[in-house]
């Protein structure tokens, strides 16, 4: 099979995103407000999304037709290149097959202008001005800052601090596409305000940032709040990856043995991976791997429980793998994982066997990541590295057992920005951290309770 790079043209490129919900053995359990302690209903969650979202997020509807306005700004780079690995095969000697969507080559760098732009494009339609954000290792915050700029809306991204002083070149390019972006904890919101004064080294976390974007939105009537993984509308924009890569896959004639992402909130994992949990559903024989950071397993060791999805409790409780919302993750490169819960999709999922999930360490990410970048000639983000080395171990098993295998990953973004961490790497100053217990234990003591109605 000679084919390295499969590409699709603009009329092959798919035309609705699939809702997994549809097609759930188990339903999803519905969100909470966390004010009143109640099922939340779409009206509550009007104050910070709008409408058209809220009914993507809440539809068991199966699919759903992209606007030709989003199509229009996702042609600028997509269908994106389904590409053999034939360099890390080599390299690893095994006799697997390994393919890899590469999400990388957005105007951002990866996988999260898909649902950025679509989520602008929505806001827009119902007369926002202006959305308020998080962002981790910044790769969000780019994303939306783009789209906003496409779109005519005002930015403000609340990036996790200890990212905001690894990464500066982010920042760079969100104020090049006409953003403001501040280190969380920050002195703009109260929820900042507080961590500051209770820590003011605070090295802040997904969650802080999430309650200050969150409060940002909520006190003011021109600015809703957009967030960049975990959601179900959030997953279901990003599904054009997976739908792409079946396309591709059966244009040169492949069927994957296992599909592979990296999760921290879940949608660069969701965007690969569902549409193959509805083929694995009706009968496919694929395994679907989700791999995330050993310093913060979420899936491997969190609790299945109603958790708030921010620190300061203003985000919706859903039920997910979670280690609880208080937790503050260690500072790995790696920054879009280090989240504390999961997308209740992906928790379900995982909960239903449909998905698997392991935790590895940093370390053996940065070496599959330059294992690549040196055979592949792409420098993959942190992130990525994760997906790279589930890959990595499924060919290796592939070599130990001498057969044949077809291996898919999500490559979701490079790793441009990130090269003070392969600095770190090469330089042997990073170390693994440890999964720390003690203080996951105390989080999870913290964890809201509700109770589902009687049915």
């Given amino acids: 099979m000679e084919q390295v790079k499969v590409l699709l043209d603009e009329t092959e490129?798919?035309?609705?995103?699939?809702?997994?919900?549809?097609?759930?053995?188990?339903?999803?359990?519905?969100?909470?407000?966390?004010?009143?302690?109640?099922?939340?209903?779409?009206?509550?969650?009007?104050?910070?999304?709008?409408?058209?979202l809220l009914e993507q997020e809440m539809s068991p509807q199966a699919y759903w037709d992209i606007p030709d306005e989003v199509m229009q700004v996702l042609a600028l780079w997509?269908?994106?290149?389904?590409?053999?690995?034939?360099?890390?095969?080599?390299?690893?000697?095994?006799?697997?097959?390994?393919?890899?969507?590469?999400?990388s080559v957005s105007p951002a760098g990866s996988h999260k202008p898909n649902t950025a732009v679509a989520q602008a494009y929505y806001n827009k339609q119902e007369g926002i001005k202006r959305i308020a954000t998080e962002t981790g290792a910044g790769q969000w915050g780019s994303a939306m800052s783009l789209a906003?700029?496409?779109?005519?809306?005002?930015?403000?991204?609340?990036?996790?601090?200890?990212?905001?002083?690894?990464?500066?070149?982010?920042?760079?390019?969100?104020?090049?596409?006409?953003a403001e972006i501040f280190a969380s904890p920050s002195e703009q919101t109260n929820s900042g305000r507080a961590a500051l004064a209770e820590n003011p080294d605070h090295p802040g976390s997904l969650g802080l940032a999430i309650s200050e974007a969150v409060e940002d939105a909520a006190t003011r009537d021109d600015t809703n709040y957009a967030l960049g993984s975990v959601l179900n509308h959030v997953c279901l924009h990003q599904t054009i990856i997976g739908e792409e890569a079946i396309r591709q896959m059966n244009k040169i004639g492949e069927?994957?043995?296992?599909?592979?992402?990296?999760?921290?909130?879940?949608?660069?994992?969701?965007?690969?991976?569902?549409?193959?949990?509805?083929?694995?559903?009706?009968?496919?024989?694929?395994?679907i791997l989700a791999v995330e950071p050993a310093s913060c397993p979420t899936v491997t060791k969190g609790l299945y429980a109603y958790d708030y999805g921010d620190t300061a409790h203003l985000a919706p409780i859903v039920l997910m793998h979670t280690l609880g919302h208080t937790f503050v993750p260690p500072g790995i490169h790696a920054?879009?994982?280090?989240?504390?819960?999961m997308s209740p999709l992906v928790s379900r999922l995982a909960e239903d066997k449909l998905v698997e999930a392991i935790a590895v360490p940093q370390?053996?990410?940065?070496?599959?990541?330059?294992?690549?970048?040196?055979?592949?000639?792409?420098?993959?983000?942190?992130?990525?590295?994760?997906?790279?080395?589930?890959?990595?171990?499924e060919a290796l098993k592939a070599k130990e057992e001498g057969k044949e295998r077809v291996i898919l990953f999500n490559l979701s973004g490079h790793g441009h920005f990130d090269m003070s961490a392969y600095d770190a790497y090469l330089a042997g100053q990073?170390?693994?951290?440890?999964?720390?217990?003690?203080?996951?234990?105390?989080?999870?003591?913290?964890?809201?309770?509700?109770?589902?109605?009687?049915?």
């Fill in 13 to 52: 490129m798919p035309r609705q995103w699939y809702n997994v919900q549809a097609d759930l053995p188990t339903p999803l359990a519905p969100p909470f407000h966390p004010a009143t302690m109640e099922i939340a209903t779409p009206e509550q969650m009007n104050v910070i999304f709008p409408m058209s």
């Fill in 78 to 103: 997509r269908p994106t290149p389904l590409q053999r690995a034939r360099g890390l095969e080599k390299a690893l000697g095994t006799p697997a097959r390994i393919y890899f969507k590469n999400e």
């Fill in 148 to 178: 906003c700029n496409m779109f005519g809306l005002e930015c403000t991204v609340y990036m996790v601090r200890v990212s905001y002083d690894q990464k500066p070149y982010r920042k760079s390019i969100i104020n090049t596409w006409g």
């Fill in 255 to 287: 069927k994957p043995d296992v599909v592979i992402g990296c999760i921290g909130g879940g949608s660069n994992f969701a965007g690969i991976s569902f549409p193959y949990v509805r083929e694995k559903i009706k009968g496919m024989d694929v395994r």
């Fill in 335 to 341: 920054g879009g994982l280090r989240y504390h819960g």
């Fill in 363 to 393: 370390l053996e990410c940065f070496e599959a990541g330059l294992m690549f970048a040196r055979t592949e000639g792409i420098v993959p983000a942190p992130e990525s590295t994760h997906a790279i080395r589930g890959a990595v171990i």
């Fill in 430 to 455: 990073l170390s693994n951290y440890e999964y720390p217990q003690s203080m996951v234990d105390e989080a999870l003591s913290k964890l809201p309770h509700v109770e589902l109605p009687a049915m």
